[in-house]
């Protein structure tokens, strides 16, 4: 370290800082992570076909799988708009 490195700013190396990005981004793709990939595209076509008889809104169904022993349960929920 040199006399005139004292009065020198120093940046943080950029590959630290890509490095901690990266490790946010997997530490929330593990978090979201544990349902199968196949349960967005469940939710979007049911919605679809519940769409044809009832008014309903994105967030009417909600597709869930739960491991119950070695079996794994699928829960479907749909929330129905009153018969006003």
């Known amino acids: ?3 005139l490195d004292v009065f020198r700013k120093r940046k943080p190396a950029s590959a630290n800082v890509a490095k ?6 997997v530490a929330q793709e593990r978090a979201t ?3 199968p990939d196949y349960l967005p595209l469940l939710q979007r076509e049911l919605l679809e ?6 008014n309903v809104d ?3 169904v909600q597709v869930r799988v739960d491991k119950d022993g070695e079996q794994d349960v ?10 006003d």
């Open 49 to 54: 076909v519940i769409r044809k008889y009832v």
């Open 1 to 3: 370290m040199g006399l």
């Open 74 to 83: 699928l829960e479907l929920n749909v929330t129905l708009p009153d018969g």
């Open 20 to 25: 901690e990005r990266l490790m946010i981004l």
């Open 58 to 60: 994105n967030e009417a």
């Open 33 to 35: 992570r544990g349902g």
